[in-house]
């Protein structure tokens, strides 16, 4: 039986095709090869030799790629986990081996690289395993691009199916539920330390920023999303909760052989160690001058010129703060990556910067180099000299020589 066209379909019954292996492919979705025909080949799949309806299909569909990607999910967790906990050891390095690298210095670079490497291998890291999970995202918008054709044509059981308040899964939630448990969802997973477990923004702007915009972002995103559509967020939003909350924990971490996150100290201590005096000494400096100034500012509060701040602008000036927080933590998050982040000493402190920028350094260098090549020069001009005078006394010696010869023979 060949496939009929849309046309066709468009003016059929297509509650009268019966359903059967092949049945969403005949009704037109064809998407060939790759991830979107693996997500309609399970979904038909469980339709069919499981006898479920179609929006539970969907779902377990949804459930079942989870589940499969959950052992090499825990393996990337684990990875993830020892690359941040030997964080502050290989950071400094990778700063130094980008820094040898533009200075072209490529055997420091690679003593460095190896460096890293052999570290990488003394805690049984394997990069390629933190990679894993980002084959949710092609099968997550296979899934998308299938169910949303799915509703689109529409196949006649997704119109007649109905699950709680939802009486047309082809068409949005009416009551925007699902899209609102589907942010919730994802704001809870992200607020835990998101489905790794370990959230590096965690307590920053941006991570705040990322924390609430992301959620915000994905309900308007979603709202006008066929039900069913919403069904599969939900689900797998859910399932994503839950396994944060899982690596969240220490017990099931070690029942499961992942690595234990390493709890950063307060105030930049390094673990079990005390501070050092010089960090005390700066800690104390910090607080004195926290203290006046904010005495100073309660000092304006008793001014009587002082003006009353509304709601409104409080409000913009903490988006203001906000912005210059993120524009910061964003900028020295690429200033890490390009290699010119500033160098920390081992209890997190700011190290104190060299006497000399690079611009210096590579005027001082300059001058070096030219004083070296004149030095050379003026020692091979003495040389010169000194070599003529020689043969000038050679030649003289020669010449009495020679005249004191002719003297005898005569």
Known sequence: ?????????????????????????????????????????????IHMWGGLPWWASIVGTGLL????LLYPTLGAVDTSTKMLNIKPVT????????????????????????EI???????GIV??????????????????????????????????????????LTVADPYFILPAASSLFMYLSIRKGGENGVNQLQGTSLGRLL????????????????????????????????????????????????????????????????????????????EHLEAERAKMIQEQHKSPDSVEISFIDRALNNLKEAKENIKRETTEKLDAVRGQAPVKNADGTIA?????GEKDLKLAAD??????????????????????????ALELEREKARSAFKVKQR
């Open 352 to 356: 104190e910067p060299p006497r000399l």
């Open 211 to 286: 924390m609430f915009g992301l959620p915000a972002f994905s309900f308007l995103f979603m709202a006008f999303f066929p039900s069913a559509l919403q069904l599969y967020f939900v689900t797998t939003g859910l399932f994503g909760l839950g396994q944060a909350y899982l690596l969240g924990s220490d017990t099931f971490r070690k029942s499961m052989n992942i690595a234990l996150p390493v709890r950063q100290p307060k105030n930049g201590q390094s673990p079990g160690h005390d501070d050092s005096q010089q960090s005390k000494s700066i800690r104390t400096l910090r």
């Open 117 to 123: 490497q052999k570290l990488h291998q003394e805690q």
């Open 65 to 68: 790629l989870r589940l499969a």
């Open 1 to 45: 039986m060949g496939v009929p066209d849309l046309s066709d379909l468009s003016a059929a019954d297509l509650s009268s095709i019966p359903e059967h292996i092949g049945y969403l492919k005949d009704l037109g979705l064809d998407y060939g090869w790759g991830p979107s025909s693996i997500i309609q080949f399970f979904i038909e799949h």
């Open 91 to 114: 950071e400094p390095l990778r700063q130094q081996m980008i820094m040898r690298g533009k200075d072209g210095n490529q055997i420091e670079m690679l003593k460095l690289r190896a």
């Open 367 to 392: 001058y070096e180099r030219r004083r070296k090549e004149e030095e050379d020069w003026k020692r091979e001009e003495r040389n010169h000299a000194r070599r003529e005078a020689h043969l000038k």
């Open 127 to 168: 990069a390629w395993k933190s990679f894993i999970p980002m084959l949710q995202i092609p099968f997550g918008f296979g899934c998308y691009r299938v169910v949303k054709g799915m509703a689109a044509l529409p196949v006649p059981g997704l119109t007649m199916e109905s699950v709680a308040w939802l009486k047309d």
